[in-house]
């Protein structure tokens, strides 16, 4: 209901009141009061309508795709690159040099330098100074060194040599019996095996 505030002279008000009317006052000439009057609204007047306040709509939802799962790719492993096996060399049996015919005759005969196989034994030094000559074998198997002749070609004289020689040994032997060897000029040796042949030389 609406307040409508009307300035209405005291004597509406006792009308409204039924109250006996008196005459109008002059509100010029005196002070009038003035109420507030409460009035209903004729009743053909429209009732305010409560408007609905429109809501913003649902956002549209928008369906998710469901994607299928993906496949996980299998790793293949890869073979591993064998090492080519090494071909190991297997060296050739080292063939046997052959030895000359038998050429001894003695110590002073002057041999064939170039035909000395150095096989089995082979002359590796002669000290003239200290009267030494050192002996290698060169074979797989012991020597016997007896009756073999070890020969100064200048003195012609024999130089004593005896035992026997491991595969691979290297042995020095001295002369303690007196000079053999040449110390001033050129004196080779030769060396003979029990068949005469002749197994090594060496100038010194």
Not at 72 to 88: E, G, L, N
Not at 158 to 181: D, Q, R
Request: hydrophobic content about 35%; glycine content about 4%; some cysteine.
């Amino acid at each position: 209901m609406r307040r409508l505030f009307l300035l209405l002279p005291l004597a509406l008000v006792a009308a409204a009141l039924g109250v006996a009317a008196a005459a109008a006052p002059d509100c010029t000439t005196q002070q009038c009061l003035y109420l507030p009057l409460a009035v209903k609204p004729p009743s053909n007047a429209p009732e305010p309508t409560n408007t609905a306040t429109p809501t913003n709509p649902p956002p549209d939802i928008t369906p998710t795709q469901t994607l299928p799962p993906s496949r996980t790719p299998t790793r293949i492993a890869t073979p591993t690159a064998s090492s080519t096996p090494t071909r190991t060399t297997t060296a050739s049996p080292t063939a046997t040099p052959t030895l000359p015919p038998p050429s001894f005759v003695s110590c002073g005969t002057q041999p064939d330098a170039a035909s000395a196989p150095n096989w089995p034994v082979q002359i590796t030094a002669i000290n003239k100074a200290t009267e030494t000559v050192t002996l290698k074998n060169r074979s797989s198997v012991a020597i016997d060194l007896t009756n073999w002749n070890m020969c100064s070609i200048t003195g012609g004289q024999h130089h004593p040599i005896s035992g026997s020689l491991a595969p691979g040994e290297v042995k020095n032997f001295v002369n303690t019996g007196g000079s053999i060897w040449n110390n001033t000029s050129a004196d080779p040796g030769a060396l003979y095996n029990p068949n005469g042949q002749l197994v090594s030389y060496f100038n010194s």
